[in-house]
């Protein structure tokens, strides 16, 4: 037995309760067996004999409890896990109980009968307790928390059993869980803890009816997209919030929880309510128009998709380097991803000739740019990778979308484009000041701007992204500093936000929505925390290069106004033009020198012009 062992066992409640428990269920259950021996004669009893044998037994209980991680928390309390290492365990001491009692001790003090009788009443008792304690405690925690939206599952299998158990687990996940339907006609009266399978897929809009579902989980993630394509339609049909649980390699790696479902209330993380624009006007704007849209894979480009596609655009072209990304994106919109659309198109926006060849082909007449790099700390590492995206890859849109008459183009920015002192606050605000310098003094019209967001919450590698992940994996929850504060907005208000700027926005503005005060991240960690048993640990990491402790919206020269919505500031940034940041690189021609020149050569000569350690604010010089 480690020391470490040891301290488990005498600093832990539950396991002090536990072990006391077992150690009676075998003082009762030797006395019960001794009767039972001796036909209820008890006056056959040798009382020496039963003292003599239950401190071997307690010591034996304890040692080899431990030993199989009975008393060290290592199985969660009344599981099959932990039942099925009580069962060994019982089976070792019987097995030692007898060996001593028949070989090693002069005077047998109990009939050898007697301790098998006792092994099976103990280990009867031992599970019975944990069953009803288990019970007990599951009760409670349905009874506790909101649990006001009724849950229909689609699937009785592992995945079903797994998130029901979650969910009864969890009194802050909002669900309760009230039938289950599967297709597997060996599954029907089945009941998963205490929650039945009523029917098949089939009966799905029924059993909405009948059990009064609220959501919609889909619990079957063995499915291929041909064989769940027919189910999501059914489910659609019911126009109900639709769920689903991770695909199986990620349930064969971890145990599903509720973050693996829930949809985290942004009242919670935000402190305030979400703000709702009125896009009445955004209907109008994008009904029937040929959209493009950079980024369309990521969390903020996924999203703005979904919301274009739902005004029924002429076309809908969606971009993006990663395949996985656009796969996602075209299961969120279209229900099957077979990757044949012609709207999906697999390009990287810093190839100037494959970018031409997609705006030549389906001559957009709005662009949605949210394309980026974001990562502050990575992108400190490594500076020109920073430019080639955020600057040179939103150039050659913007290039584009000049030359061929595009109408709109809306460039996704960042707080941290304001007052910024980073390179991802640098490279972002070099892409506002072109987006706003893009059409001075040409015949060409049209409405260029720019939209700033704060953290986004539930975006990939968001703060909320990333406690899930510290939640999940059982690690501590990071925070740079306790003081450290942020502008904090849903994706949806993120993308409310950028559909409305692209109506009401007018050129070289950058748009802010305005939502109220910043929040702490160590507030939002302690919410995470307390939300887990037992509270998870917060770690303070300090603050990384480049970051700030509090982040702005509005940079300490610039000047909002809200002409149109009380919510939406309006920003005129200074005008970078094309051939000033090209003539201050020394890139005279532009196109000609990144098609020709090697990746070396280009990554040289832009580290040294991003270089953090010189004079960074050069770049984004007002003069």
């Keep these: 037995m480690t020391k470490l062992q040891i301290n488990t066992f005498i600093g832990t409640k539950r396991t002090l309760i536990q072990a006391t ?35 071997i037994l307690i010591l034996l209980q304890l040692s080899i409890g431990m030993l199989m991680g009975l ?77 006001s939206k009724n849950m229909l599952i689609l699937g009785a299998g592992e995945a079903g059993y797994q998130i029901i158990s979650a969910i009864q687990r969890d009194p802050y996940c909002g669900y309760k869980p009230i039938a289950i339907l599967d297709d597997d006609r060996n599954k029907q009266n089945l009941q998963l803890m205490g929650v039945p399978v009523v029917g098949t897929t089939n009966d799905i809009q029924n059993a909405v ?21 027919p189910i999501l339609e059914k489910a659609r049909l019911t126009k109900l919030p639709l769920l689903a649980v991770p695909q199986t390699s990620a349930l064969l790696q971890d145990a599903i929880d509720t973050f693996d479902i829930q949809n985290i209330n942004p009242e919670e993380i ?62 969120s919109i279209e229900g099957h991803g077979d990757l044949l659309s012609k709207s999906l198109v697999l390009a990287d926006i810093r190839d100037t000739e494959q970018i031409n060849t997609i705006f030549k082909n389906t001559k957009p007449e709005i662009v949605f740019h949210a394309a980026a790099l974001k990562h502050l700390t990575l992108l400190e590492r490594y500076p020109c990778e920073a430019w080639k995206t955020n600057v040179i890859g939103t150039l050659n849109l913007l290039n584009l979308s000049k030359a061929y008459n595009v109408s709109n183009f809306i460039n996704i920015s960042t707080d941290k484009a304001a007052d910024p002192t980073c390179v991802l606050g640098y490279s972002k605000r070099i892409a506002e000041r072109l987006t706003a310098g893009i059409l001075c003094n040409e ?30 994996s059982k690690k501590p929850l990071t925070v740079t500093d306790k003081d450290v504060t942020r502008y904090i907005m849903s994706i949806p208000e993120a993308v409310r936000l950028v559909t409305q700027a692209a109506a009401l926005g007018r050129h070289g503005e950058v748009l802010v929505l305005d939502i109220g005060t910043p929040v702490k991240i160590y507030d939002i960690a302690k919410h995470f925390a307390a939300r887990q048993n037992p509270p998870h640990e917060i770690v303070i990491t300090g603050l990384r290069k480049g970051e700030k402790l509090h982040e702005t919206l509005i940079g300490e020269d610039e000047v909002g106004q809200r002409p149109f919505h009380e919510k939406i500031i309006h920003i005129k940034v200074p005008r970078l033009l094309k051939d000033e940041l090209l003539n201050f690189v020394g890139l005279t021609e532009f196109n000609k020198t990144l098609t020709n020149m090697s990746d070396s050569d280009i990554k040289t000569l832009l580290a040294n012009f991003c270089n953090v350690d010189s004079e960074p604010k050069l770049m984004i010089s007002d003069t």
Excluded: C
Aim: charged share 20%; proline share 3%; hydrophobic share 45%.
């Design 443 to 472: 015949e060409n019209s049209g409405t260029y701007v720019s939209v700033r967001f704060g953290n986004v919450v539930g975006s990939r590698g968001s703060v909320l992204d990333i406690f899930k992940s510290q939640v999940k």
């Design 209 to 229: 009816e009948r059990f009064n579902a609220d959501v919609i989980l889909i619990a079957i993630p063995s499915l291929s997209t041909v064989e769940i394509t």
């Design 270 to 331: 935000l402190g305030r309510e979400p703000i709702v624009i009125n896009d009445d006007q955004v209907k109008d704007f994008l009904t029937g128009k040929r959209v493009l849209v950079t980024g369309a894979g990521g969390s903020i480009g996924s999203e703005i998709a979904r919301q274009v596609a739902k005004y029924l655009p002429n076309e809908l072209i969606l971009i993006d380097r990663d395949e996985s990304g656009l796969l996602n994106t075209q299961l």
């Design 71 to 147: 008393y060290t928390g290592k199985w969660r309390f009344g599981s099959f896990e932990e039942v099925g290492s009580l069962g060994k365990s019982l089976v070792i001491i019987t097995i030692l109980t007898f060996l001593l009692d028949a070989t090693l001790m002069h005077k047998r003090p109990v009939p050898l009968g007697s301790i098998l009788i006792s092994a099976a009443l103990a280990f009867l008792i031992m599970a019975t307790g944990r069953w009803f304690w288990r019970a007990r405690t599951e009760k409670q925690l349905l009874s506790k928390g909101d649990r």
């Design 21 to 55: 428990y077992d150690i009676l269920a075998w003082i009762i259950a030797l006395f019960v067996g001794i009767i039972i021996r001796y036909n209820f004669q008890l006056h056959f009893l040798d009382w020496y004999a039963i003292a003599y044998i239950v401190p």
